[in-house]
């Protein structure tokens, strides 16, 4: 049998009070809707993901990584035909079909296999959870005219699971008639066809309101699930031996002395230090081992080409720098006037506003190597973003391995 997820990824975020599409709303740092699609991965053979076009992007770059064949289907003016659309779309070797909300980003992979599962047997099946308020029928004056026994009703949640040529048949016959429902299930039943209700969860909630994603992020918080925290810091440090004929170069910025600092690159200490701290946010190593000093390429290279290239590493895995902090450790020569200049070089290679680059110079009171001016040493701590989605990046750093 052929699985196939169509994930419905139309919802506004009106009643969320959201800007955005509720499906890409970041529950405990990732997209709902990327939540929602990865609990169907182990288990369906490909995913149709239906959405407006102009949200096309936003919802591929949400779904970016994930490991199926994804295909876009336009969504229509209602739920009905957005799900008729994304049938439409289905490869024709596909059987059987999961129909699931985008907004229902805690459905787990128990609960699709039960839909599966009944809906292999009995062509038709949807995750349902029992009603455990009391509910009451009312007129359009607000007035009581019954009371539903409770516990023959149900609370639909999807996935609904169908054979395709039932759903299919189901749609066609709707749309006929002119008939709209709320669920998929509901056109089945028009047809006289038996619909299977399996345990569904009242974690598989549909992100509705802000209490909504409020519950959502609980849960995941209280199974230990919550995503790592999106914010990372990193720690690096670097010295280099002052020498005679050599360039005296900070954060990019030729500074004039007597001396310079020796080393393989252009031997920018300050960047050294920024470049260990980038990588250390993101346990990416050093700088050592990502462009070995024995390797020819990088003799007298700026380092500020290495912070482009660190960056574009970071970008690769998804990561973004915030802010960074160096301080600078040298007894001579005087670094103060410089230091608006090295922060503008930074800033402008990592891509950020100046005031997210400090760069601050200090002396060590004529102690140590620094204070007795055989050597400069550096410290940097940088913070970076795990992102949602990668920003896009021209460059492509060459893999040193
Ligand atoms: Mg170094």
């Avoid at 509720?22 to 995913?47: I, N």
């Avoid at 290239?309 to 040298?330: F, K, M, Q, S, W």
Wanted: include cysteine; glycine fraction near 10%.
């Amino acid at each position: 049998m052929a699985w196939y997820a169509i994930i419905l990824c139309g919802g506004s975020g009106t009643r969320m009070g959201a800007a955005q599409n509720k499906v890409l709303l970041p529950v405990c740092g990732k997209a709902a809707v990327r939540r929602a699609a990865e609990a169907f991965v182990p288990l369906v053979d490909g995913m149709v993901a239906v959405c407006r076009p102009f949200e096309q992007d936003a919802i591929r770059a949400a779904l970016e990584g994930v490991e199926l064949p994804v295909i876009y289907a336009p969504g229509g003016d209602t739920r009905q035909s957005s799900v008729y659309s994304g049938l439409q779309a289905l490869p024709e070797a596909c059987d059987r079909v999961l129909i699931h909300d985008g907004a229902r980003c805690l459905v787990d992979g128990n609960i699709i296999r039960r839909v599966m599962d009944a809906a292999e047997r009995w062509g038709a099946a949807a995750a349902a959870i029992p009603v455990t308020d009391t509910i009451k029928q009312v007129d359009s004056g607000e007035m009581v005219v019954g009371t539903p026994d409770r516990s023959m009703l149900r609370q639909m949640q999807t996935p609904q699971g169908f054979h395709r040529a039932l759903i299919e048949e189901a749609h066609r016959q709707a749309m006929a008639e002119c008939f709209t429902g709320t669920d998929d299930a509901a056109l089945v039943e028009r047809l006289g066809r038996p619909v299977k209700l399996v345990e569904g969860s009242r974690r598989n909630l549909k992100l509705t309101t802000p209490e909504d994603l409020t519950m959502a992020e609980a849960f995941l918080r209280s199974d230990g699930a919550a995503d790592r925290p999106a914010l990372r810091v990193g720690h690096g440090m670097d010295v280099h031996r002052l020498a005679e004929g050599r360039r005296l170069v900070l954060c990019g910025v030729d500074v004039p002395h007597t001396m310079g600092l020796d080393g393989h690159s252009d031997a920018d200490v300050a960047v050294h230090a920024l470049m260990d701290a980038l990588l250390g946010a993101c346990a990416l190593g050093d700088i050592g081992q990502h462009f070995p000093d024995t390797d020819e390429r990088y003799r007298g290279i700026s380092s500020m080409e290495l912070l482009r290239r660190v960056c574009g590493l970071l970008n690769e895995r998804g990561y973004a720098p915030v802010n960074a902090d160096i301080t600078i450790a040298a007894q001579r020569p005087r670094l103060m006037p410089f230091i608006p200049q090295m922060r503008a070089n930074v800033a402008e290679v990592m891509g950020l506003p100046e005031d997210c680059v400090s760069v601050k110079a200090t002396t060590t009171e004529r102690l140590g190597f620094e204070g007795r001016g055989e050597g400069i040493s550096a410290w940097a701590v940088a913070m970076v973003e795990k992102r949602q989605r990668v920003r896009s990046c021209s460059f492509h750093p060459d893999r040193v391995s």
